[in-house]
């Protein structure tokens, strides 16, 4: 009995450490992503996973409106949005 504990002590001790280093700050970093895009308002200026800057115009359910240069204005989903950025930061 003892030693069938001390055998299985290693692969519980493996898995603990696997869930300090990988799980928990992957976890908290979804729930940051996920109240980022929550907190989005009109006027913030926003990068989307694909690299594209700009303004956001409308906000919806799911998408946003977001104006890239004067007069363009390009619909997003909420999702691609990775970063707020500071005010100012894009120019048009």
Do not use: C, H, W
């Not at 519980?12 to 970093?29: A, E, G, N, S, T």
């Not at 996920?34 to 700009?54: C, F, P, Q, S, W």
Request: proline content about 3%.
């Amino acid at each position: 009995m003892l030693s069938s504990l001390g055998s299985m002590l290693p692969l519980v001790l493996m898995f603990v450490v696997l869930y300090f280093v990988m799980i928990r700050p992957q976890m908290k970093r979804q729930k940051e992503a996920r109240a980022m895009i929550e907190a989005l308002a009109k006027g913030d200026e926003v990068a989307t996973a694909g690299g594209v800057l700009g303004k956001i115009t409308s906000i919806g359910d799911q998408y946003l409106g977001l104006e890239i240069a004067n007069g363009v204005e390009i619909k997003i989903q909420r999702s691609a949005v990775v970063q707020v950025l500071p005010k100012g930061a894009v120019k048009q």
